[in-house]
């Protein structure tokens, strides 16, 4: 039946229709998805984001008590702890690395023999992991990145006995008064 109607017509003029019609079809369906799109997350976000949302909650809590273990802090610096998540977790191995170790030492009861259980990767990683929390740099063969002076735990060694060096625990304008002068006798 319906091609009974396009033999009336001619070919050109059959083809133009079929293209119109299938114009027609594209925008109708760009439509009907652009009005659609804003359900989409609605549908999709708790099903989709639930089990990535999870893995990172689990992901930054190990880095967390991996991070507390090997330090020995127990108040280690919240936005430092997240600035070094962040980069660790960019680098294609610090993933890897960090899921690793922290298998290791989480069923290590003797905190001493746990560089005895890893394996030449996971030792350069556990040393990398300390120096950059010790100096708050991250050291890497394209740059290296300063994280955070002022937390770095270089400076905890010292806390009580002098502040961080370049942060003053003086007050504001403290080297404006003049010294007192004593008189001699």
Known sequence: ???EKHQDKPLSLQANND???QDRRNVLQAVAAALLLPLCP?????V???PVIEADVSARL???RMSQLLTGYQDLNPEMLEQLYEVFRQEPWGMDHLKRVDDKLSGVSDQNHVLARLDKGEHWFFGHFLTTWITGIYYHQSGNKMISYEH???HEAFHDLRPTPGMSDQAFGYWSEAPLMHEAA
Do not use: C, D, E, W
Not at 42 to 46: G, W
């Open 1 to 3: 039946m319906g091609t």
């Open 19 to 21: 293209a119109i019609s």
């Open 42 to 46: 609605l549908y999709s976000a708790p």
């Open 48 to 50: 989709l984001a639930t």
């Open 62 to 64: 190990a880095f967390k």
């Open 152 to 154: 770095a735990l270089m």
